[in-house]
């Protein structure tokens, strides 16, 4: 390959590797293996496994190389990740671990969401009881009864701007009060 390997795009990488070009596929390896691992590794929790997946999928890229069409490499390369990711865990090959965290995630979460959710409603209402009366209406008159700005702003008689601006103001005001309680 005569220009600098990071100056070669990734159509012409593919137009070479149909080609048989076995410096344009190292290059493919090379561009992408570290991405595609770490991809396969935070799903599986297995580095054998993931490093396995991801030689799999360069080895059926070599070996498939005059009939592909590969339109965008790096959406082609993910997806094939996806999809033995998927494959592994569908044979059960997937190391148990991976299981246990998520059911342990999963558990811990399905306990605390109704209790959290009883905190945010909670905490919703205080906030809409500590709001300027005129916010309050215009925030009641979006959420709860469904009106449309330009609604509010002819309920209202101000201009329909100032009802968007009050509602970005609102809205932002409402984000941090549930951030720090997410926190």
């Known amino acids: 390959m005569k220009r600098s390997d990071t100056q070669i795009c990734d159509s012409e990488l593919v137009s070479r590797l149909r080609e048989g070009n076995e410096s344009a596929f190292t290059l493919i390896y090379e561009r992408y293996w570290r991405e595609l691992y770490n991809k396969a590794y935070k ?6 496994l ?18 592909l069409e590969i339109p965008h490499l790096p959406a082609y390369l993910h997806q094939a990740v996806k999809f033995q990711v998927y494959k592994a ?5 997937s190391t148990a ?10 558990n811990t979460a399905a306990a605390d969401v109704s209790l959290l959710e009883k905190e945010l409603h909670e905490r919703l209402h205080q906030w809409l009881a500590k709001l300027p009366d005129n916010k309050r209406r215009l925030f009641k008159m979006r959420y709860e009864e469904e009106k449309s700005t330009s609604e509010i702003a002819g309920i209202m008689n101000i201009s329909q701007k100032t009802v968007q601006n009050q509602l970005s103001l609102t809205h932002l005001d409402l984000k941090t009060k549930l951030l720090s309680l997410l926190l």
């Open 50 to 67: 993931a490093f396995d997946i991801v030689q799999e999928i360069y080895c059926d890229l070599w070996a498939r190389r005059f009939e």
């Open 97 to 106: 671990q991976f299981f246990e965290r998520f059911e342990r995630l999963s």
């Open 43 to 48: 799903r599986l929790m297995d580095y054998e």
């Open 89 to 93: 865990i569908r044979k059960g090959k």
